[in-house]
């Protein structure tokens, strides 16, 4: 068929099964948006290119499927630079399409000319620069199963003006039916080594005290399911990393719940003091190992990746397993069922677990009369309030970890956050589009108000677009993560981290975004407000939490220092002797 | 070449690449972006139109080089990756140097150059200007042979290397 570039380019994203897209129009990208109007992918407007690149991430993260995301050139791209570096980090499947000046005026320093491919091609896991019209549908191909494939992530497609644009002859492309990739360099190799997965049976079989690490790469490879048989096959507790919450069960016996910089005592300490760290999909980032050479020193390691530069990157495995997550649990679970999971007494271990478990529960002070509400009671009453399979998105900092340590994650693809980049202002657009991939859930953004002050203008996006999310913003008036550092390790001095107490008036701001909007200060109120707040269904709704500034996230482990010295709440540092 | 000499191990890696614009310059970001350090770079075409070869030797103290290699082997426009054996491959390189000279001792270097297999380019009125292929090694030693006359001017053009036919037989 004989057509033009835009429409090859829209058709190609069709072929790929796309039901939506994430943009914002502008120059360099005009012709492809002309043929936008008689397609039946859906385009959502957003109000700021990093919201249409957060969103494409959301919407990535509790879909499965890839997020799409299209701006014009220039400040555009670099616009969405940061969501690029987001999904890089954190193995999201994104496709990401960008205008470009026209093919001739590339390297003039033209109207909004920016090197897209050379700024983003160390954050992105493949980008394209397009120059001829012909090529679009083998890249849009090559994209797709680039960015979905192996280990996930963004894909960058840079496309010039001059072969999108109908008006010129250098757009003009025969679209054939049958478009075969080219990637002579790109080769995905899920399955395992038989050899290794034996070697592993036999460490589990052998550990006494052996734990579950789980990464994000759990959900990637889908296989949420295969680890609880593996986990209840064997008996072995499980640690959910920061990007793998809601992977195994947190009501389930075996879950320990969060390792790392803000995970709980018992999981921090178990990893600690296990003789086997089977990690599966997780990659020993720093904010979980703590100072690397105090970590886990007793551990055997078993590491199961996709990526084979994952292994030995950051701790030297024992046993290393090239592959899919998925793929390798169910290899390990029929082995164990052929040879059985030994007979190692793990008695003294599981009483252990179970002491520290009692001993160092996730506590906080509840707050007294007139005191302001605490940030992690508003976490638990939301959770109580709301269905278990609600998709709770978070920005960055305090608010993020206590959403990730109260809430019960029952359910895989129910968390969404900035896990490696660590990308404040992140939840609001990532909220969005994950009611977007999933319109029947209840979508809650847990935001603090420094974050909220990055992104909120996508409210307008969500009320213009009818979707409609729920944001608890846990507002403390505070930079609060930065100025619980500063209360901890620079003598109580608190530089810039002070927002402010009354501007902006969250209340009246959601609302001239189109949102219903409470504020709530007192502990009384909350149920009722997040009972009015789940009401609501035909527009978004904000609620202005005012917490208590001084609040810390405990426990924690002090940037630089061994996950054996963790700091506990002042409540159980006599425990700790 | 001081840390060979200091006795840190080099790789020598043949990078097997598409031959597409921007590809050199993923590579480099890769090695920028990881903290591994580059100490020779050499990139020319094959007897495949669509690939080139880039010829890499890394510094085996930035990084393990098993490292160096599954992130190489990450970049997309990436098809093949050889670590070269040390022994068990052909390195060349190629010295154009220009030096110093006083007309009376042109035989000097001459007979030099001679017993190191180089050749004469060019002869000005003080200076000469020479070229010499060989392993690494050969034009290191020729290089410090050259310094007490005066090098003026000085290029190389990074090794390149093919493992052993024996060695690819399999």
Redesign the interface.
């Known amino acids: 068929m004989k057509t033009d570039g835009g429409q090859a380019l829209i058709r190609s994203l069709e072929r790929e099964g796309v039901e939506v897209m994430f943009g914002l129009p502008g120059g360099a990208i005009l012709p492809v948006y002309d043929p936008i109007i008689d397609s039946k992918i859906r385009h959502i407007l957003v109000r700021h290119e990093q919201g249409a690149g957060h969103m494409a991430e959301g919407y990535a993260q509790a879909t499965g499927k890839p997020g799409v995301a299209m701006v014009t050139s220039g400040p555009a791209a670099t616009n969405i630079v940061t969501p690029l570096c987001d999904a890089y980090l954190d193995s999201i499947p994104m496709v990401v399409i960008t205008g470009q000046v026209p093919t001739a005026a590339i390297g003039t320093d033209a109207f909004q000319e920016c090197d897209t491919t050379g700024i983003t091609a160390s954050i992105t896991k493949h980008n394209f620069l397009v120059t001829e019209a012909q090529d679009i549908p083998r890249v849009i191909r090559e994209a797709f199963h680039i960015a979905t494939t192996g280990r996930p992530g963004p894909v960058l497609v840079d496309i010039p003006k001059d072969i999108v644009d109908p008006t010129n002859p250098r757009s003009s492309l025969e679209l054939e039916d049958n478009v075969e990739i080219d990637l002579p360099g790109y080769k995905v190799d899920t399955s395992v080594d038989p050899e290794a997965i034996q070697k592993a049976v036999e460490l589990i079989q052998n550990a006494e005290r052996p734990i579950l690490y789980i990464g994000g790469g759990i959900l990637k490879s889908r296989a949420a399911e295969s680890l609880l048989e593996l986990a209840e096959l064997t008996g072995i507790h499980v640690v959910t990393t920061l990007m793998a919450r809601g992977a195994f069960p947190d009501s389930h016996e075996l879950c320990l719940g969060m390792p790392g910089m803000h995970g709980n005592f018992t999981a921090v300490t178990a990893m600690q003091e296990s003789d086997l760290l089977i990690a599966l999909g997780a990659r020993f980032d720093d904010r979980v190992t703590g100072k690397l050479d105090e970590f886990a020193v007793s551990a055997k390691i078993v590491h199961v990746d996709i990526d084979p530069a994952e292994l030995g990157k950051v701790r030297r495995p024992d046993v290393p397993i090239q592959g899919d997550c998925r793929t390798a649990i169910e290899a390990m679970v029929s082995v164990i069922r052929d040879s059985g999971s030994g007979d190692t007494d793990r008695t003294a271990w599981k009483s252990r677990i179970s002491g520290w478990q009692e001993r160092f529960p996730l506590v906080y002070e509840a707050s007294t009369p007139g005191q302001a509400l605490k940030p992690q009671f508003v976490i638990e009453k939301l959770r109580d309030a709301t269905p278990a399979d609600t998709i709770v998105a978070s920005g960055v900092g305090q608010h993020q970890m206590w959403a990730s340590q109260y809430w019960t994650f029952n359910h895989p693809y129910t968390w969404i956050n900035s896990g490696g980049l660590g990308t404040m202002g992140f939840s609001i657009p990532a909220a969005i589009g994950a009611k977007v991939g999933c319109p029947d859930k209840m979508v809650w953004a847990v935001d603090g108000d420094g974050c909220f002050q990055m992104t909120a203008q996508e409210l307008v996006t969500a009320r213009v677009e009818n979707i409609p999310i729920k944001v608890a913003l846990l507002n403390n008036s505070y930079l609060g993560m930065v100025r619980q550092w500063q209360d901890m390790f620079y003598e109580e001095r608190h530089s810039e981290v002070f927002l402010s107490k009354e501007i902006p008036d969250y209340k009246g701001w959601a609302e001239s975004m189109g949102c219903f909007a409470m504020r709530v200060d007192d502990p009384d109120e909350v149920e009722e407000a997040i009972a009015r707040a789940n009401e609501v269904e035909d527009r978004p709704v904000v609620i202005d939490f005012r917490t208590a500034a001084e609040e810390k996230v405990y426990p924690m482990v002090a940037s630089g220092t061994g996950n054996s010295d963790v700091i506990v709440p002042p409540s159980q540092e006599k425990e700790i002797r | 070449m001081s840390a060979e000499s200091q006795g840190h191990r080099n790789h020598t890696l043949v990078v097997t ?2 031959n597409k ?2 590809v050199l ?2 590579v480099a ?2 090695f920028a ?1 990881r903290a591994f350090n580059i100490r020779s770079l050499a990139v020319a075409p094959t007897e495949d139109d ?1 690939l080139s070869r880039i010829t890499i030797v890394v510094d085996g103290e930035s990084a ?1 080089i ?2 160096v290699v ?2 190489l ?8 990756i050889q670590d070269l054996q040390p022994g068990h491959a052909i390195e060349r390189e190629l010295m154009l140097v220009t030096v110093a000279v006083e007309p009376e001792h042109r035989d000097d270097i001459v007979e030099q150059l001679d017993r190191a297999g180089g050749k004469v380019m060019s002869v000005g009125a003080d200076s000469m200007m020479l070229s010499l292929v060989g392993d690494p090694e050969h034009i290191d030693t020729f290089e410090n042979l050259l310094r007490p006359f005066g090098i003026l001017e000085i290029q190389r053009t990074g090794r390149v290397a093919l493992a052993n036919l024996d060695e690819t037989i399999e």
């Open positions: 690449v598409e614009s921007g310059a993923r970001s890769l972006r669509h393990p098993e490292q599954n992130q082997d990450k970049l997309i426009n990436v098809v093949d």
